[in-house]
């Protein structure tokens, strides 16, 4: 899994509270539960430079096309874990980013998904917007 930027300003942290509705029997964050906290992630990402609502204005969408995600350790109803987002590349219409949840040092979970930006009006693929690039894309990806 990718390794997090030493820039912070290229990183995004949030902390992801655990809801009782979030856990199975056994006490353990059910998986869907991550799928909803990178979806958070992604938004608050967004929300720092471009967010959605200056998105829909632009006629312009995220569309994600890929998760993958490798649970290392358990999360039960007493931990607090927090997550970091990051932008691996930003290359011609395609996006990938990566993720940790992590308690402490600990790292609970990595994902990575891959997407794309489309205009809304032709659902055709569009570049990631300019705000988002010079932010988060990767040093050696930035104009």
């Known amino acids: 899994m990718p390794t997090p930027p030493t820039d912070p300003r290229r990183l995004v942290e949030r902390d992801l509270p655990i809801r009782t509705y979030d856990v199975d029997f056994a006490g353990i964050v059910s998986n869907i539960v991550y799928v909803r906290w990178l979806e958070d992630l992604r938004l608050a990402m967004m929300e720092e430079v471009y967010p959605v609502s200056q998105a829909v204005a632009d006629d312009v969408a995220p569309v994600l096309l890929e998760t993958r995600i490798a649970y290392e350790h358990p999360l039960t109803l007493q931990d607090r874990p ?56 990767p040093p050696e990806e930035t104009p």
């Open 82 to 137: 927090r997550g970091r987002i990051w932008a691996t590349s930003m290359r011609g219409v395609r996006w990938r980013i990566a993720a940790e949840i992590r308690v402490g040092d600990t790292v609970h979970a990595h994902a990575e998904q891959a997407g794309l930006f489309i205009r809304l009006s032709t659902r055709r693929p569009v570049p990631p917007p300019a705000p988002l690039v010079e932010r988060y894309a």
